[in-house]
């Protein structure tokens, strides 16, 4: 037990690099008591974690204490016991810095904790890798409960207050609870302002009566949740206020979760060769639109495919595999601009043509490419997509792509015949297969006439 020690200041540990600490402590199969109460350490430097906690059954109990202006190169306090039990209650936690790249937190738990922390204060404390204040990595079973605390102007790469990574966790074996506590002003470099959270199924439902205020992050300005199964409730009287996110959720995000189709699809029938615009929203679990300006998540590409259960699905998937090479052999239609790249949470399909050798309904489907980490999670809301390619119309001239393949155009006339105005139409009036100026005509709308069609033609209503 350590207690009523006022003042600790001035302390340099200056062992090996990441072995040296003030306080090593290791607990006993049948399990020992650490307790530190009523103590103040300030202004200390260690080249390793400032308290190691090592053993198999551990109690920890830190009550009415003060770290402050302690640089260490790891956690303030590294708890890699096997199981333990933690207490923090009325701790003044602030002006800490972790200085090593490759630990998390200035209180790092691994393995299975409980712990309970109620009446304290974590402020202006700073970590070069995640968890400005709190880190839970490798954890098999996690129950935490933090109540009436304050977490103010902390700062990690993820999670300026707190980071949670245990993806080994059962789902029985993990809640997090927090209740009546205020997390302000925290940053986080790339994901979750206050709170990150990298955990399968993690019920968040008991976060209660909290405030996150003016916390910001590259995603999540106050959380970030990065997994497919989220239990997070909007209906316990929480409070979110002027959070900031430069990608996406101000107040909570999570990572890519499902890509929609957004293009108005009242005609879904197209001649062959004809231009199709389709254009692509890219969201999170919450509806935002994921933004990412600064490309965190890598480069992610969207590619229409051919989902027919038939005998063109080898060749379709021979072209799309290789768009540089633009003819196939013995291959009933062709795709060309069927790739796009989200930016700024769109992706355009801008000149989408499907080219055919007879009239043929396609179903279209999308797949991903080159997202590596979140490729298998996130959902197509439109899986498939049937379109039919028909003949060119009457009007139009049927002209040879390549080989058996064709495409349709609309007759062309001169520049004088004012299309695009709305007074004329150019019509085909031979059945040459040449499309060129000679074989059509330009003919005006109803209400236009004279040359070039630039004259009204008025009604006499007498």
Known sequence: MIQNMNLIINIICNGDSEDSSLIRFESLKNGNTMKMYNTTINDCISNGAFLRIYGENTNLAYENISFSNITSFGSLISNKSIKSNVYINNANIFNNTNMNIRKCGIIKNINEVNMRVTNSKFYANSVKNSGGSFCFIDNNKLNVTIESSYFRNNNGINGGAIYINSEILEKQNKIFS?????FTDNEAKNMGGAIYVSCNELNFKNIENTTFLYNSAYAGGAIYINNTNIILSQENKNTFINN???SH???YASNP????????????TITSGESKYLKFQLLDYFNNTVKDFSKLYSNLILQVINNNNNNNNNNNNNNNNNNNNLYQKDIDYKFLGNKCFFS???CDLNNFKIYVSNPISINLSFALESYNQHKDIINMETQN?????SNCKENQYKLKFHKNLFYCEDPVCSNDCPINEGKASCQKISNDKKNSISNNLCICLPGWIGEHCRNKN????K
């Not at 929609?260 to 699809?265: E, M, S, Y």
């Not at 997509?385 to 390619?389: A, G, H, P, Q, S």
């Open 178 to 182: 927090i209740k009546d506590t205020i």
């Open 244 to 246: 900031t996110a430069e």
């Open 249 to 251: 959720g101000n107040n």
């Open 257 to 268: 979760y499902k890509i929609t189709l957004i293009t108005d699809l009242n005609d879904l």
């Open 344 to 346: 700024q949470g769109y």
């Open 385 to 389: 997509l049937k379109i039919n390619v």
């Open 458 to 461: 008025f009604v006499n209503m």
